[in-house]
């Protein structure tokens, strides 16, 4: 347990309607991420950050930001929603080693 | 681009039986290499991670991964299956600047009694 909570654990939305993810660490960690779990995909990352206010693209950004104003918490954002978005999303933190941790993931539904 | 091949979407052993799962990835530089395992409706943990000081990394649960870089893999073996290690197991490496994972797309094994 790397102390690594998301919220919410579970939502389903409409389509073109505005989500927001959370996802917060205990612990100072600098690197956060996030990934989306598709099957036949496994997990692709969305957007990474490397302190406050420093974030970067991945490689599935399109139709999401994100925001980290605290070390504590990386926001991910889904502007407008479609059904494509539909997905569980997993939040990570880079810990001892390189080695990344992962939270227990949200399930995002896009009606 | 980094890419991470998982061979077999579905494996079945019996309960017992070697567990062997292969993971072969496309790099130039041996690279950070992680085994990950997800059980039903939860998030990823840990198995194991290799970082270049061994060909051979034990990790949890009776895992271990041999790396072998003339061939770009990085195989998963458990010698004996249990009921308990029924789960998806991914493949990632870490790529570039901020050691972004790339993932495999999972191989889920099925333990037979």
């Known amino acids: 347990d790397a102390g690594i909570t998301q919220s919410p654990r579970h939502k389903v939305t409409e389509t073109g309607t505005p989500v927001t993810l959370r996802c917060h660490q205990t612990?100072?960690?600098?690197?956060m991420y996030w990934y989306r779990q598709d099957p036949g995909h496994g997990l692709r990352l969305i957007h990474y950050?490397?302190?406050?206010?420093?974030?970067d693209k991945g490689e599935v950004s399109d139709g999401y930001s994100v925001s980290r104003s605290k070390t504590e918490d990386f926001l991910l954002t889904l502007e407008s929603a479609t059904s494509s978005q539909t997905s569980v999303y997993f939040c990570?933190?880079?810990?001892?080693?390189?080695?990344?941790?992962f939270g227990p993931g949200t399930r995002l539904t896009v009606l | 681009a980094q890419s991470v091949t998982q061979l077999g979407s579905h494996v079945s052993v019996s309960e017992g039986a070697l567990v062997l799962l292969r993971c072969n990835y496309s790099?130039?530089?041996?690279?950070?290499l992680f085994w990950y395992v997800q059980y039903p409706n939860q998030g990823l943990q840990l198995l194991l991670k290799?970082?270049?000081?061994?060909?051979l990394v034990k990790g949890i649960n009776g895992f271990e991964a041999e790396f072998k870089k003339s061939e770009t893999s990085f195989q998963l073996t458990k010698p004996s299956a249990h009921m308990s290690d029924a789960a998806e197991y991914f493949c990632?490496?870490?790529?570039?600047?901020?050691?972004?994972?790339?993932f495999g797309a999972g191989t889920i094994l099925r333990v037979k009694s």
């Open positions: 290799y970082t270049s000081a061994a060909t």
């Open positions: 990570a933190i880079k810990g001892e080693g390189d080695t990344q941790y």
């Open positions: 990632a490496v870490s790529k570039g600047y901020g050691n972004k994972l790339v």
């Open positions: 790099s130039s530089v041996p690279p950070y």
């Open positions: 950050s490397y302190g406050v206010k420093d974030t």
């Open positions: 612990e100072n960690h600098r690197y």
